[in-house]
């Protein structure tokens, strides 16, 4: 990675009819890197994606390709590979020529073109198709062909949406380390979207997670998962408990229970503040483990085959989420212990 | 153009390609309309005999319209029409039934043939069939029929039932059959079914076949033509009369109009109809 | 059962002219008997070396050459810019392409006729060929919108991303799909146009006229059966043609009969 911008969107919106779909967009991608366009349905990341591509021209503001202003600029000038969330495979042609499609276009001798056809069918591991026609594949065969007929082209950029919405839940594991090795290998620059929260995590070197036509927060995994910027962003990137708390001294605070908590936030408190606090559920420990050891009971515990999901209650009517991994039956009215360790509190202030 | 937010339905387009691809297919309709605009000209103007140029503006041709023996035809037009309407609709309800309902792709695909290949076979050839049928020479019918508005009833509504059945098919195709099966469940016979549930539920498909097809028979001209032998007119019959024979392109000129006027104020109504229910 | 009955007796009386008429074509003389006293060809001779309608099948082929021609080009583009574009008011431009189906044959016919004569074009075919475009184009749009609304736009996206030109995207990927629709709009071209007789007898002359303007004149003055020699020919031909449009585009969908499991 070179740290060159390849895709840079300056203030970009565009609205249909009254509604906003991108409210003021900026974003750079940089060269080499997968970058996640994450958020539920009607965000944006699927408009963001098709004025990258120029599907869609914006309303305002401006869309640079390696510093060119490419705004006003056709689809088919742009050089650009997208894979389609329904792969788009033209039906009337076999893989072969699915694949040379781009290339055609581009004018490459016969030669050149089934050389790299077939180099472009063995990066996808589906050496073997080429004479076959996309109604004969498989969901996950026609993904990879899609794949290698945006690749073989040498785009600039790779754009993907939602790329393994359409495959069950096995195949897509598999497809996303596979998506991973080839977007390494190959060392493009990839947008992807998603809506799949442990898919941007897992691929993405950055993830820009998007709400109502807006990028809320635009981080590494690492930073969005643990640092959100925003309540939407912490909701988002997982299932958490929400806390209001009343800051006591520098470092504790007071749940609406009464319970007295340390937590270690990076910042001094401001005694008398209110603070709203997120924990993850899978840093609430069942037992006694350190500081903040809290009494709760437990109101309802579903057995999920490799955790728990338990829903607590703390005296004075604080409800709290936990994931419990092993096999301890939990029943609803047991009497428990909880721990918060004081670094699991991230703060939220918006 | 307004799009559910988030994403949008169609690739770029400029709507002016639009209305370019539209041009040529426009132009055509154009000449279409300039030459019923022709029509309705002569229909107000004065007929000079012996020649095809036309006199001044008059409403001679529509009074002559509304001559008795010529009223006589139109009064024929209407009641064929209105029977053929109904038998029509009588015979071809079953047979789309069985077209809608058919759960073999042959038979249907047989069936829509049958029904087609009439459709297709032209005009000619269908009625010259009746004339060999109905003239006694194949089978010695009890009543004349051949040259009597019977026998010109019957070729109409033979004309009239490929497209009687292939829109009552394509209604009573749209009508859910678990409707049928919840009838039946709770205890109604097959012919309840049909009566109380199948039927109501095809009435916007009865509706505007029989609109379409009174309104195609109004101007019916080859079958009144060759199996009414001169002595069955209907309006188109006595527009080609006057035209062909007579010359008389402003006379005619009228009773054509009252035909376009009448099928087109049908239309509106199954249209207005159609809308309505949204078939 | 009784609904079967039912049934084959309309398909029966359907059926029953075109029996009729292929039987007494075989008929040996001029008068028609059933059952018919042997079998002979002589009215198929006679049908096929008949001058006038040797010349009106002559003028049958150019006219729906011409027609069907000018139809498609003209239909699949109305049919794109319907489905595709934003065209304000879809829904009229649609009722007008329609529109011709509705026209009394007559009214058309003899607004043709006075056309043809204000523009001293009456002995020529281009009034007859402009009349059986406008009469053949709801089929081809019909036909062809079928096969547009079928087409993934998406496919069209994927070709311009892979750098492909708007032109190159209709002519490599738009095109190619539409082949099934244009196919059975030629079909419904030719047929139509074949068979056009009420707007065609107003409008052509004696040499101009088309297969079926001269059978009716025909029947109109003769009786012997060469029409019923004719006639199944005719009849067919047409059968050929209907069932190959079946294959190729399946009529349920343009009839818009949906199929139910």
């Not at chain 2, 809608?100 to 695909?109: D, F, I, Y």
Request: contains cysteine; aromatic residues 8%; charged residues 15%.
């Amino acid at each position: 990675m070179s740290g060159k911008a390849v895709v840079v969107l300056e203030a970009v919106t565009k609205a249909y009819g009254r509604t906003r779909a991108l409210d003021g967009i900026d974003l750079a991608v940089y060269d080499g890197e997968l970058l996640a366009l994450l958020g539920p349905s009607g965000c944006g990341k699927t408009s963001t994606l098709n004025v990258v591509a120029g599907f869609v021209e914006p309303d305002a503001g401006r869309v640079r390709l390696d510093g060119q202003d490419v705004t006003r600029q056709p689809a088919w000038r742009r050089g650009l590979g997208v894979v389609f969330q329904s792969y788009a495979l033209f039906p009337h042609m076999t893989v072969s020529d699915n694949v040379a499609f781009g290339l055609r276009e581009r004018g490459a001798t016969r030669d050149e073109i089934q050389a790299r056809v077939v180099e472009a069918l063995a990066l996808v591991r589906l050496p073997a198709a080429g004479a076959m026609r996309p109604s004969q594949l498989s969901g996950g065969m026609q993904q990879r062909v899609a794949l290698a007929r945006a690749l073989v082209i040498r785009p600039r950029v790779l754009l993907l949406d939602e790329p393994l919405a359409a495959l069950d839940r096995k195949l897509r594991e598999e497809m996303r380390a596979e998506l991973r090795e080839i977007q390494r290998a190959v060392g493009i620059t990839t947008v992807f979207v998603t809506h799949d929260q442990h898919e941007a995590l897992g691929l993405s070197d950055r993830v820009a997670v998007m709400n109502a036509g807006r990028i809320e927060h635009l981080g590494t995994p690492r930073e969005v998962y643990e640092r959100p910027a925003t309540a939407f962003v912490a909701d988002f990137m997982g299932a958490s408990t929400v806390l209001d708390a009343r800051a006591v001294d520098g470092s504790t605070v007071e749940l609406v229970g009464g319970q007295r908590v340390e937590a270690r936030l990076g910042r001094s408190l401001v005694p008398g503040a209110t603070v709203r606090l997120l924990i993850r559920p899978e840093r609430v420990e069942l037992g006694e483990a350190g500081a903040n050891v809290l009494p709760a009971r437990v109101a309802s515990a579903m057995f999920l085959g490799d955790h728990w999901e338990v829903r607590l209650e703390l005296d004075g009517g604080v409800r709290l989420l936990a994931t419990v991994r092993g096999s301890a039956a939990l029943g609803a009215g047991d009497r428990v212990t909880v721990t918060l360790p004081p670094d699991a509190f991230l703060e939220v202030t918006r | 153009m307004p799009a559910p937010p988030g994403r949008d339905g169609a690739p770029r387009r400029r709507p002016a390609l639009g209305y370019t691809l539209l041009g040529p297919a426009l132009v055509m309709l154009a000449i279409l309309g300039i030459a019923l605009g022709a029509l309705l000209q002569f229909s107000v103007r004065e007929f000079i005999p012996g020649s095809i140029q036309t006199g001044g503006l008059t409403d001679k041709n529509f009074r002559g319209v509304l001559a008795p023996h010529y009223l006589r035809y139109i009064w024929d037009t209407v009641v064929l029409s209105a029977l053929t309407t109904v038998f029509t609709l009588a015979a071809s309800y079953p047979v789309a039934y069985a077209l809608a309902r058919t759960a073999s792709a042959r038979v249907r695909s047989l069936l829509l043939i049958l029904t087609l290949a009439p459709f297709f076979t032209g005009a000619i050839v269908r009625t010259y069939a009746w004339m060999l049928v109905l003239g006694n020479s194949f089978v010695r019918w009890p009543v004349k029929l051949l040259f009597e508005p019977e026998g010109v009833l019957i070729g109409l509504v033979h004309f009239s039932m490929p497209t009687m059945i292939l829109i009552l098919a394509a209604a009573i195709s749209h009508i859910d059959p678990r409707y049928e099966r919840a009838a039946a469940s709770l205890g109604a016979r097959p012919w309840r079914v049909f009566w109380r549930v199948t039927l109501p539920l095809s009435a916007p498909g009865i509706v505007s076949g029989s609109l379409v097809v009174f309104a195609w028979t109004f101007s019916a001209f080859p079958t009144p033509e060759l199996l009414g032998g001169g002595r069955v007119k209907m309006i188109a019959n006595v527009v080609k009369d006057l035209a062909l024979d007579a010359f008389n392109w402003p006379g005619s000129a009228a009773f054509a109009a009252l035909a376009l006027v009448v099928t087109l104020a049908l239309l509106v109504v199954t249209g207005r109809i159609l809308g309505r229910h949204a078939t | 059962m009784m609904g079967r009955l039912v049934v084959l007796a309309l398909l029966g009386y359907m059926t029953l002219p075109t029996v009729v008429v292929i039987v007494a074509s075989f008929n040996p003389t001029a008068i028609l008997s059933f059952p018919p006293d042997g079998l002979s060809l002589r009215w198929y001779e006679n049908a096929l070396t008949y001058p006038q309608f040797r010349r009106a099948a002559v003028n049958s082929l150019i006219v729906t050459a011409a027609s069907a021609g000018l139809a498609l080009p003209i239909g699949t583009a109305a049919a794109l810019a319907l489905v595709r574009y934003p065209v304000r008011l879809p829904g009229l431009w649609n009722t007008m392409l329609l529109s011709p189906l509705v026209i009394p044959g007559v009214a058309a016919g003899l607004g043709f006729l006075i056309l043809a004569a204000a523009l001293g074009l009456l002995a020529n075919r281009i009034v007859l060929v402009a009349a059986h475009v406008v009469l053949v184009l709801p089929f081809v749009v019909r036909s062809v919108m079928v096969s547009v609304a079928n087409l993934d736009p998406m496919l069209e996206r994927a070709a311009a991303s892979l750098g492909a030109r708007p032109w190159r995207v209709f002519w490599r990927v738009t095109l190619p799909l539409l082949r099934p629709g244009l196919f059975a709009a030629l079909l419904f071209a030719v047929i139509v146009s074949v068979n056009e007789f009420v707007v065609s007898l107003f409008v052509s002359t004696r040499v101009t006229e088309i297969l079926p303007v001269a059978m009716f004149t025909y029947v109109v003055n003769y009786t012997d059966p060469t029409m019923a020699a004719l006639s199944t020919l005719f009849i067919a031909a047409t059968f050929v043609v209907v069932f190959l449009a079946d294959r190729f585009l399946h009529l349920s969908r343009v009839f818009q009969i949906e199929e139910r499991p």
